[in-house]
């Protein structure tokens, strides 16, 4: 199966600090990723869709100035936090959507997750 | 805008036993893909079925199967032989057919815990 990884897995900042999360498909090319925000005990919240070498589209409600997201190339998205603040601390998780067709085609894997800490 | 609905924020079930979980949508499209994801402590999310919208054919893996009915837009899920490692939140998704830049909605999701 495809393989996507997240860094930092945790990270602890202090407010007003910015942070950044990597996301990348590890054999496999990204056409999109996605960025979830999950808080304890609920679901999965979109936050964006990126797709490589174009603007995120930004869910309803998310400040696209304080979530900034980058998809450079085919296999590496960055989420940054910008001057965060201890609302901002949650759980944060990409998935990609597969390029080409074939067995992984409109397959979205998940990353391991990346926990936030903004003291 | 499409919605899924997980009525059942917990539900407990004996090693070896059966269990199901329910999940209902609401769509105005014909297509689409519906699936179940397993999030256990890790919070990794798993995939555990994905059934397509075309197909009549009830997806099954493993011990994992589902009860699809379209007409009523409903997806449960079924568990069977349940093992301790089966505890987690389970995710009932939603997505349209129109390739990968198409959106997961998730639902509430549904805590399984497998007791001895």
């Known amino acids: 199966g495809a393989v996507v990884s997240q860094h930092p897995s945790r990270v602890i900042c202090k407010s007003g600090t910015s942070v950044k999360i990597e996301c990348r498909s590890l054999d496999f090319q990204a056409t999109t990723m996605f960025w979830y925000r999950q808080f304890p005990k609920q679901s999965l919240m979109l936050m964006a869709t990126s797709n490589e070498g174009s603007k995120a589209t930004y869910e309803q409600g998310v400040e696209k100035d304080k979530f900034l997201i980058n998809h450079a190339s085919l296999t590496l998205s960055t989420l940054t936090v910008t001057s965060a603040h201890p609302e901002d601390s949650s759980f944060y998780i990409c998935?990609?959507?597969?390029?080409?067709?074939?067995?992984?085609?409109?397959?979205?894997?998940f990353g391991p997750g990346t926990r936030l800490t903004v003291l | 805008a499409q919605t899924v609905t997980q009525s059942q924020p917990e539900m407990s079930v004996q090693e070896a036993e059966t269990v199901t979980l329910s999940c209902t949508y609401d769509t105005s499209e014909s297509d689409y893909y519906l699936f179940w994801y397993k999030q256990p402590p890790s919070r990794q999310m798993i995939l555990v079925i994905r059934q397509e919208a075309y197909k009549q054919q009830n997806a099954t893996e493993n011990r994992f199967s589902v009860n699809f009915q379209k007409a009523a837009k409903s997806f449960s899920l079924k568990i069977s032989d349940s093992q301790l490692g089966d505890a987690a939140m389970y995710f009932c998704a939603y997505r349209s057919r129109t390739g990968t830049a198409s959106k997961l909605t998730f639902g509430t999701g549904t805590r399984l815990q497998v007791t001895l």
């Open positions: 998935s990609a959507g597969a390029r080409t067709s074939g067995t992984l085609y409109n397959e979205q894997f």
